[in-house]
């Protein structure tokens, strides 16, 4: 698309408060296919909302289940979206001088929420709907510690109880998260841990000392089971989580209209899918409708692949196997990726909505080692001022790549990713990384082969 004179004088692109969008939008009913139901893991029948309330109140029940277009996004919580929302949009214009390329990258920066990602886009809604079903208790997991702190902030703001179970790794190495979710109200314990019976039971194997995200959402999920005044949240994977961040890429469309834009490729990094699926689901609305034809990339870890190396299939969102049976791209649920720095992307499997999406076709993936990451995070750093977290480096890595492709070929190609998060709370990775410490890690493939031959029995 030509380069409007606007888009000439821009660098940062802002919306005012009354430009905030109001509703969620929910892609499903605009898929050519809805995606495959989740199954009770007993039964193998499709869950229905009763299988889940004794997890999730039923205002987020009916969400994830919604097959309506828009959702209104409650007054109270465009009261604490406003503290921070509409987030800025910025051009890359002295990452761009520094590729010496015709490409034009836009990124838009969720750092700039209290808890530092764009994790509170759906930890003030689940907080909200929960305190208004009566519920006093919130349990969780967390990896790096994002999505922990960003319950512990909303919870703090409704007034309710906050236990977050945090892989053991990165509790052991990211204090400071611990603390900041602390600050914040929370009771916060390393996973796996000796107060459920699935941490003591998976603590036994050596192997899973340093924890992964599917032990912790055992731990978490069982602690509110146990309890009716006690429920559970995750912050991504669940249809309802992706929908809450769809209000990033409805802000981003809007930012581009101003300056006249359209983008050629969307990029984003993917762990469980919420950031990437909140940017790219209002882009794919309009593609849908003709209205532009971006290419849709995820990138994810080469030490944690589910979409490019996992299987299609039925599997439990959990080490323990307590969870509902998903339909996903997946490592296994008992594959325990090694521990890199973005642990926000260690995750066995990706959202089934998003997996759905890929098989239909409509997006690309490729994974990416994470030396190759810090170093464009680096040079990113370097020229935009913005230390990004570890997970979003592999979206600016491939931002990165296609910028030094389109230099090759001339094209004026406009990129658009998103800057999911800060890490200031991740220095150690790059201190790693400038030290020449950091390793890339490939998946072990004994591990992997193993923890497929696990996958439940349909
Ligand atoms: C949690 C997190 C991720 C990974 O989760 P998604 O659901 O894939 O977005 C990525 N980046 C940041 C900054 C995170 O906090």
Redesign the pocket.
Known sequence: MGLSKDAKSFTKITLDESEMPTQWYNIIPDLPSPPPPPLHPGTHQPVGPADLAPLFPMDLIMQEVSTDSYIDIPGEVLDVYRTWRPSPLFRARRLEKLLDTPARIYYKYEGVSPAG???TNTSVPQAYYNKKAGIKKITTET??G??GTALAFACSLFDLECEVWQVGGSYDAKPYRRLMMEVFGANVHRSPSQLTEAGRKLALDPKNHSGSLGIAISEAVEAAVTDPTVAYAL???LNHVLMHQTIIGEEALKQLAKVGETPDLLVG????????AGLSFPFIREKLKGKMNPEIRAVEPASCPSLTRGKYAYDFGDTAGMTPLMKMHTLGHDFIPDPIHAG??RYHGMAPLISHIYELGMMTAESVGQKECFAAAVQFARTEGIVP?P??THAIAVAIAEALKAKETGEEKVILTAL??HGHFDLAAYDAFLNGNMVDSAINEKDFEAALAALPVM
């Not at 990094?269 to 990437?276: E, R």
């Open positions: 990602s764009h994790k990896g790096a994002q999505w912050g991504s994977v990094c993917t762990g469980g899918g919420s950031n990437f926000g992307l977290a997970e979003p999911c998060g």
